[in-house]
């Protein structure tokens, strides 16, 4: 099974509208970490944004949000009023503390998004 | 701020040559690791490592071996290159001793084996 599924191969978003990436999830572990990265077409891949499995709170970088619904075992990505610079490759992670190897990421498979001017 | 480099960002080889992607990063890291990126596929895990000549296997290590002799060095070594190993290996680091865990990545190596 996967452990980190990105249903949205692609969006588009009109410029200064919010979008939402959706991530869901796959883990027996109680603890674990989710993370978002964002790659633009230049290629490096820029950590965005992390949750714990025990925080109560969602996480929020600036523009960035993250909707933590841990019961759905999701953890969808918002970014809020979207720029032309936003248009990137993004990719949801996964570390688990318990079950998996504590130090390595897993990736989904990312969801293109087209911001539109 | 943590740099990782990537030895080049483009390679061309021939099926059947030995390859050699170079990663040192700069900020005393313990875990290295190497993931091949392809479409549709997201990043996948060749191998990694947390410390000087400790490796793991991760979810697709066949064809490819490592080494790390020095803590800030991680090469990914493709012994003899196939075609089906035409792809974009990114190299990462990260540590455990301080914030999140997180990845910090290099820029890619873009490797096409012809």
């Known amino acids: 099974a996967q452990k980190i599924t990105q249903t949205q191969p692609g969006m588009f978003v009109q410029e200064k509208e919010a979008v939402t990436l959706d991530c869901t999830y796959d883990t027996s572990d109680q603890s674990y970490g989710l993370f978002w990265y964002k790659q633009p077409s230049s290629g490096e891949m820029i950590f965005l944004i992390y949750q714990g499995s025990y925080d109560e709170q969602n996480a929020t970088e600036g523009r960035y949000s993250l909707n933590f619904q841990k019961a759905r075992k999701s953890a969808n990505l918002v970014i809020s009023a979207s720029q032309l610079g936003d248009s990137a490759m993004y990719f949801c992670?996964?570390?688990?503390?318990?079950?998996?190897?504590?130090?390595?990421?897993?990736f989904g498979s990312g969801t293109q998004l087209t911001v539109l001017p | 701020d943590v740099k990782v480099t990537q030895s080049s960002r483009y390679l061309v080889k021939r099926t059947g040559e030995k390859v050699f992607l170079e990663c040192v990063q700069d900020?005393?890291?313990?875990?290295m690791f190497w993931y091949r990126q392809d479409p549709g596929l997201g990043l996948r895990l060749i191998y990694f490592s947390y410390d000087v000549k400790m490796k793991e296997k991760g979810d697709i290590p066949e064809g490819y071996s490592v080494s790390r002799e020095k803590k800030e060095r991680f090469s990914l070594i493709l012994e003899s290159a196939s075609t089906n190993q035409t792809s974009m290996y990114l190299c990462?680091?990260?540590?455990?001793?301080?914030?999140?865990?997180?990845?910090?990545f290099g820029e890619g190596s873009r490797l096409t084996v012809l």
């Open positions: 900020m005393d890291h313990e875990n």
């Open positions: 992670a996964m570390r688990e503390v318990l079950s998996g190897s504590a130090r390595q990421l897993t």
């Open positions: 990462a680091s990260s540590t455990q001793r301080r914030g999140t865990g997180e990845l910090f």
